[in-house]
């Protein structure tokens, strides 16, 4: 069982920089890890994945808009957290952020394990 939390959450000024962590009660680097968010009175939507460090952290975006403006990496030294780093933020990135786990990035939503969420608020 893998256990997932996220923090880093807030509310910032559109423009501004954000960095969700997810850590875990256990080593990371044999999961794919992403992250997905939801925005209020919408469906929860895939952000970004990374694959297993035997995958060479290869990532995926799940939106074209995210490009250039959100990244995910993992901690080298910290093996149980992984990183969601949010530039040039807008409104609309307004949701609530989930980390979640699973043996690969099969698809936005496909995860075995989830974390409980962390809000982040875009003002305008």
């Known amino acids: 069982q893998v256990q997932l939390v996220e923090s880093g959450g807030g509310l910032v000024q559109t423009g501004g920089s954000l960095r969700l962590s997810c850590t875990a009660s256990?080593?990371?680097?044999?999961?794919?890890i992403g992250w997905v968010r939801q925005a209020p009175g919408k469906e929860r939507e895939g952000v970004l994945c990374?694959?297993?460090?035997?995958?060479?952290?290869?990532?995926?975006?799940y939106a074209d808009s995210l490009k250039g403006r959100f990244t995910i990496s993992r901690d080298n030294n910290a093996k149980n957290t992984v990183y969601l780093q949010m530039n040039n933020l807008k409104p609309e990135d307004t949701a609530v952020y989930y980390c979640?786990?699973?043996?690969?990035?099969?698809?936005?939503?496909?995860?075995?394990?989830w974390g409980q969420g962390t809000q982040v608020t875009v003002s305008s």
């Open positions: 256990l080593t990371l680097d044999y999961y794919a």
């Open positions: 979640a786990a699973a043996w690969g990035c099969s698809g936005p939503l496909e995860y075995d394990y």
């Open positions: 990374i694959l297993s460090s035997d995958h060479l952290d290869h990532s995926t975006y």
